[in-house]
């Protein structure tokens, strides 16, 4: 007597049972919390060094108000360059020496060159 065999798929409810479907949910519950904690303390860190930056810089900048040199202008450096180019603030080769513009680097155009050695 010869014995066939068919095969027949599981429904797929059937294919993962009762226990898989927890261990799943608990692997990506577990990944969704280990990310969270990365990403909270990626900022956490980002937030200190801010912090400390703008610190730095109150301090730099209360530092040369006692000085007197919150300003540029009162700079005795600069004050002397002043003097030796016979200028003033604002005012013609001084503007164009000293000053400068912004330009936003978004609207520059950049190429990649290659450097062929």
């Not at 010869?2 to 990944?31: D, H, N, Q, S, W």
């Not at 703008?54 to 005795?76: C, E, F, T, V």
């Not at 180019?85 to 001084?94: A, I």
């Amino acid at each position: 007597m010869e014995t066939r065999y068919t095969l027949m798929e599981a429904p797929a409810a059937m294919l993962i049972g009762r226990r898989g479907f927890f261990k799943v949910v608990g692997l990506v519950v577990a990944c969704a919390a280990l990310a969270g904690f990365a990403i909270s303390d990626l900022i956490a860190r980002r937030n200190k060094i801010l912090l400390a930056r703008q610190d730095g810089l109150y301090k730099d900048d209360l530092r040369l108000q006692k000085m007197n040199l919150a300003s540029s202008h009162q700079n005795p450096s600069v004050k002397k360059a002043y003097e030796d180019m016979n200028g003033k603030p604002c005012e013609g080769l001084m503007y164009d020496l000293v000053h400068t513009t912004y330009s936003a680097r978004a609207n520059l155009d950049l190429e990649e060159k290659s450097h062929e050695a």
